[in-house]
């Protein structure tokens, strides 16, 4: 597929791609232009920063730009990217980190699995036994993975990848609670509640060797925070969400009937 073809094809879905970023100075211009090789559709969301993120962004005025400060979190800051977005007339929001960890071709991977499943949450698996992952975080995933099976019902490979593909216009009724990491689960979980699919598609992933490695994840906090989370969304999953995911997937089966 030509980068014309791509950009059309982005176009006619209503995609746009969202990079939410916090102090990602070293990577972010580069995941900028991985992306405009794809498409124009680009919304950059500032989440605080105080680094040399605003003098990028300044560089970068054709992408819609989010600013605000102080900083409020990645879950805060793609709930301001959804909002934005939908105002604009996009149906799709895909997320990509800003850390470089990803790769903008991927995004043709997405879009042409869009057009099959076109009402489902798309996310981007990731090969866990990779030798730069850090041992932190197989383990943070495996404990979302778990998490959101018990919640759900619903087995996920890879529940803490940041390379998402959402249907906003199917969510827009949700009111998320959630506004830090957590939020990459809470939302899993609750459009599985509200019968929205979720399927899982291989990309590819770079890791860069731990010294050289950028990460805002802190263990203890944002352990404790995923914690409290799960603490509120299992009571929640007994007397509604799996009796809800239940009717849903009753409903569809009658659909095909």
């Not at 990079?19 to 100075?25: S, V």
């Not at 390379?163 to 009724?173: A, F």
């Amino acid at each position: 597929m030509t980068a014309s073809e791509t950009r059309l094809l982005f176009d006619k879905l209503k995609c746009c791609v969202v990079i939410p970023t916090y102090n990602n100075q070293g990577t972010l211009q580069d995941v900028i232009n991985d992306v405009k090789q794809y498409t124009g559709n680009l919304m950059v969301v500032n989440d605080g920063s105080t680094d040399s993120t605003s003098e990028i962004l300044e560089q970068n005025k054709e992408c819609h730009i989010v600013q605000y400060t102080p900083n409020r979190g990645k879950g805060y800051a793609i709930k301001k990217a959804f909002k934005k977005a939908f105002l604009l007339g996009y149906d799709y929001v895909i997320t990509i980190d800003a850390d470089g960890q990803h790769y903008a071709s991927d995004l043709i991977t997405l879009a042409e699995k869009l057009k099959e499943t076109p009402d489902t949450i798309l996310i981007g698996s990731r090969g866990l036994k990779h030798k730069n992952m850090a041992s932190g975080s197989t383990f943070a995933n495996k404990f979302s993975n778990f998490w959101v099976l018990i919640e759900t019902g619903t087995k996920l490979p890879d529940t803490q990848s940041g390379y998402r593909l959402y249907p906003i216009w199917k969510m827009k009724s949700i009111r998320f609670f959630s506004t830090r990491y957590e939020f990459e689960i809470e939302i899993l979980v609750r459009c599985l509640w509200r019968g929205i699919k979720i399927v899982p598609v291989p990309v590819s992933v770079y890791y860069s060797p731990k010294e050289l490695r950028v990460s805002h994840f802190r263990p203890s906090r944002d352990f404790m925070r995923i914690s409290v989370l799960n603490t509120l969304l299992v009571p929640l999953a007994i007397v509604y969400g799996l009796p809800s995911v239940l009717i849903h997937k009753l409903l569809s089966l009658n659909k095909k009937v």
